[in-house]
Structure formats: structure tokens, C-alpha cells
């Protein structure tokens, strides 16, 4: 008698922190939410981006097609995804939202750099997402759209600026 009333009490408490550990589960956080929303959308952005990884570069590319990109038609792609509808080329690219230094970069930022042909040292002519932990997402010659480190080499060598459009 007395074995089956602790078990009728155990399953007891032990259906009702079930129940109430799933209401908790269930419920929504707003405020943890909001306070990570745009660290969570410069992510999506990031990862959504990655699916095009390898996808060959085109310089002019048109901004309606997934078949190849350059770096401003790319980033305005990805972006777009996310309720973000930047200008088309990098240097216009460069003037929106706010500057951030590079020591303060988040996932999401629009990083800017003065390489290649038309590069003087200090205008504007390519641009990448930065993707955390020192590594920026964007697409350039070979191997097309990929991961770079920003700390090293030519991205090193040709950083200009950052901006914050989240």
C-alpha cells in the first residue's frame, strides 16, 4: 500500500515538472531576444551568404542573378535577404550606416578595402561581410565567393573602413 502511494506521488511530481519545464521551454524571451536581434541578423546574413561559396566572380555582375557575383552586387544580395537594400557599388556601399573600427567589428559589418586595379590606397573598391573571428565573407577572382582572413595579407595590406548597416 504504502509502495504504490510513493509511486503514485513520484509520477505525480514528476509529470508536473515535465509539464511546467515544457511551459517554460515554450514560452518566448522577448527581451533576450531583442537584445541579441541584430547580432542574430548580421549571422543569418553570414550564413545565408556561405551557401554561394564558390560561385564565380564576375566584375559588373547583375544584381538579379545567382550565377555569379562581384563583391557589391554580393553584398547587396545577401543583404537584401534581410530587409537591408544597399546601393550597388562599393564606394555607395561605403557611405551608409554608421562607421565602426575594426577593433570593434561585429558579425554583419560591411567591411571595405582599396585593392586591385583601380585601387589608389585609399578609395574604395571592394567590400565584404565580416563573419567573426577575424574572417571576412565576399567573392573576388578565384576562387570566387569565399572566406578570407582579414588580418593577413592583401586584406590586411588594403583595409579602409567598416560600417554598421544592422
Partial sequence: MKNNFFIQKAVTVG???TLGFGAVLMTHAPV???ATA???KGQ?????GKKFTGTPYKFGASTNTTKYFDCSSFMK?????????LP??????SKEGKYVSKSNLRV???VFFSSG???TGSNVTHVGVYAGKGKILHTYGSPGVTLSDLNSGTWKRTYVTARRVL
Fill in 38 to 40: 541584430s547580432v542574430s
Fill in 44 to 48: 543569418n546574413i553570414v550564413n545565408y
Fill in 108 to 110: 554583419g559589418d560591411l
Fill in 88 to 93: 550597388r557599388t562599393s564606394a555607395k556601399q
Fill in 32 to 34: 533576450a531576444e531583442a
Fill in 117 to 119: 586595379s583601380r585601387s
Fill in 15 to 17: 509529470l508536473c515538472a
Fill in 77 to 85: 544580395f545577401i543583404f537584401k535577404k534581410y530587409g537591408v537594400d
